[in-house]
């Protein structure tokens, strides 16, 4: 579908990039360490070079810019500066749009790469899991756009029947969550995260406006427990997991006898 895979090989971010450029408030509670990883050593980073983008992504967030009234908090550049094992993919994506905004032109960029969370971890979480993610910028594109994106990537994988629900990320608006009827569990279960970058993240790069930039987020645990009724996740990533039960299993197809 003409996407061009991003350099994500990096588990350490700063604040500034998995957070801040994304427009998530330094008081959220994603932020908390009940549920992000810090480092402890080293525990900041330098500023970035672009220190237009830097100043920017400051005023958005303390005062607004770019017709946004802004958050109204002070931003500490200490928080923003604070090393972090990435929460998301995002932050990638974020940086790449940054790239972009030096010769923005219509684009599509994924990821299939680790994230960490600071998560209980019971049978179907772990405080580390992959993300599919993807991004597609397009002069003019709308949530429309996005939804018949959405529809024509699960329908190649045999996933016919979405739903959208709003949803609410910092970094995107509108947001929504997708879901997809599972046969055999007999529900609708959430199998993405997606939404419009918001004005507030993409303007302080230096993008047009009318380029928009759309995304999405998938966890690749969930699809593939769902695919080989896995009920522990610990069987798929970690330690505990057999070797043999990894090699002798064919890639992890989404068949329409299990969802759709
Ligand atoms: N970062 C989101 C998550 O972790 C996924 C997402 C990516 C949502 C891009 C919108 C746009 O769930």
């Known amino acids: 579908m003409g996407f061009t895979e991003m350099p994500s090989n990096q588990y350490v971010e700063t604040g500034f990039w998995n957070f801040d450029t994304l ?3 330094q008081q959220h509670p994603a932020r908390d360490l009940q549920d992000t990883f810090y ?21 958005v967030h303390e ?29 990638i994506s974020s940086a790449m749009l940054h790239k972009l905004a030096k010769d923005p032109k219509p684009t599509r960029l994924f990821s299939i790469d680790r994230v960490f969370r600071n998560e209980a971890v019971d049978a179907t979480h772990l405080a580390e899991f992959h993300q599919v993610e993807g991004v597609m910028a397009g002069y003019d594109i709308t949530l429309g756009d996005l939804i018949g994106f959405m529809e024509d990537f699960f329908n190649k994988m045999g996933v016919t029947n979405l739903r959208f629900k709003a949803a609410y990320n910092p970094y995107t608006e509108p947001s929504m969550e997708i879901f997809a009827y599972h046969k055999g569990l007999g529900k609708w279960v959430e199998i993405g995260n997606s939404g419009m970058f918001r004005p507030e993240m993409l303007e302080p790069m230096g993008l047009p406006k009318n380029l928009r930039v759309l995304g ?6 969930r699809p593939t427990m769902i695919k080989y009724g896995v009920s522990n996740i610990r069987e798929l990533l970690g330690h505990k997991v057999s070797l043999d039960f ?15």
Not at 50 to 59: C, G
Not at 63 to 91: C, F, Q
Request: glycine residues 8%.
């Open 216 to 221: 999405w987020g998938l966890s690749l645990e």
């Open 23 to 25: 427009f998530v408030p």
């Open 63 to 91: 005062n607004g810019k770019y017709g946004s009234i802004g958050y109204r908090y002070p931003w500490k550049e200490d928080e923003s500066l604070r090393m972090v094992l990435r929460t998301h993919t995002t932050a």
């Open 39 to 59: 480092l402890k050593d080293p525990a900041v980073a330098g500023k970035p070079d672009d220190k237009e983008f830097w100043e920017n992504t400051r005023q």
């Open 246 to 260: 990894i090699e002798t299993n064919p890639a992890a197809r989404l068949d329409e006898d299990l969802i759709g």
